[in-house]
């Protein structure tokens, strides 16, 4: 069963920083496009950030130069590290997985950014 977990999430001061991780099991990970999703309170899910199988990355314009994403083939691992942390980046914090018309959603982790 295919299946993403995130963890990571905590409230933190704004300008702190974070790293989410994601692990995944029942799939051929090393094949899939990953992203990290948010979604804040009364707003809609966006894509914070995504990473191909061959390494290709993409970001939100807010978070380029403070937001970096990852792989671990290996550990069948994501990773999202977010610096310099703001105030409006609090948010449920999502993990995907995409392969062609297949996309598997973690369960999300929470951010808490205090001012």
């Known amino acids: 069963q295919a299946q993403l977990v995130e963890s990571g999430g905590d409230l933190v001061q704004s300008g702190g920083s974070l790293r989410l991780s994601c692990t995944a099991s029942?799939?051929?990970?090393?094949?899939?496009?990953l992203s990290w999703y948010r979604q804040a309170p009364g707003k809609e899910r966006e894509l914070v950030a995504s990473?191909?199988?061959?390494?290709?990355?993409d970001y939100l314009d807010s978070v380029k130069g403070r937001f970096t994403i990852s792989r671990d083939n290996g550990k069948k691992a994501v990773y999202l590290q977010m610096n310099s942390l703001k105030p409006e980046g609090t948010a449920v914090y999502y993990c995907?997985?995409?392969?062609?018309?297949?996309?598997?959603w973690g369960p999300g982790t929470q951010v808490t950014v205090s001012s």
């Open positions: 029942g799939i051929s990970f090393s094949f899939y496009k």
């Open positions: 995907n997985a995409g392969l062609e018309a297949r996309a598997i």
């Open positions: 990473l191909s199988a061959d390494r290709k990355t």
